[in-house]
């Protein structure tokens, strides 16, 4: 199926360290949303962006819809081991109501 | 309910048997999506459902794949004939609509199905 280009594929960091992943795609979205998944678990949504530019945070966590509205990034600030999972991106296009799903980061924290 | 619940969370089946998964999405969710993530990889879209209608098949995999919803809620996922390649996780999810805040998907825990 059709997927976005997400990166990096896996980090493993320190803990307190800042984190970034990115997703791009070769089509115009105008939604993406930033999930977590845990192991054995459905995944969570953190942040949702509807504007092109638009910078939203959730705690640690800092999400940007890019300019081109192809492209949206995720910064997670000062790491925790509990931050330790599978990032994916989601991204819809205008008047649908499907989502296309990124193949995911997969993030380790060192403690 | 809180959230969205599948059941059940794990099934191990032989080749060759059928297999039920069953999601309970949000209340008042009208729209509710069914995904494959096979181990490691991303999500699979698989249908998608608005009420009790699915105007979009178009990612189950086979026509030994099908789905019904009833009542506007609840989801059952059939897989008739299973082959070891079905072996994934399903996830389900539900919105409130399909676009804007209200398409923001929510997601159930899964059933994890291996197939011996």
């Known amino acids: 199926g059709q997927q976005l280009n997400q990166s990096p594929q896996s980090m493993f960091i320190q803990e307190g360290e800042d984190v970034s992943m990115n997703c791009t795609s070769s089509s115009i979205f105008n939604t993406w949303l930033w999930y977590k998944q845990d192991p054995g678990e459905g995944p969570v949504l953190l942040i949702a962006?509807?504007?092109?530019?638009e910078l939203t945070s959730n705690g640690r966590l800092t999400a940007q819809f890019g300019i081109t509205r192809k492209d949206s990034f995720l910064n997670i600030s000062a790491s925790i081991p509990s931050d330790v999972g599978i990032y994916f991106c989601?991204?819809?296009?205008?008047?649908?109501?499907?989502?296309?799903f990124g193949t995911g980061t997969r993030l380790k924290v060192l403690a | 309910g809180a959230g969205v619940s599948q059941s059940p969370s794990n099934k191990v089946t032989e080749k060759g048997k059928d297999v039920e998964l069953r999601c309970d999405p949000i209340s008042g969710h009208t729209a509710l999506y069914w995904y494959r993530q096979s181990l490691g990889q991303g999500l699979e879209f698989l249908i998608y459902f608005q009420g009790n209608s699915a105007p979009d098949k178009s990612g189950l995999p086979s026509d030994r794949f099908s789905a019904e919803r009833t009542g506007g809620s609840v989801s059952t996922l059939t897989i008739q004939r299973t082959q070891q390649e079905d072996s994934a996780v399903y996830l389900c999810a539900s919105s409130l609509s399909t676009s804007g805040r209200l398409g923001e998907q929510y997601f159930g825990p899964g059933t994890r199905l291996t197939v011996t």
């Open positions: 989601a991204g819809q296009y205008i008047g649908t109501y499907k989502y296309i």
């Open positions: 962006l509807y504007k092109a530019g």
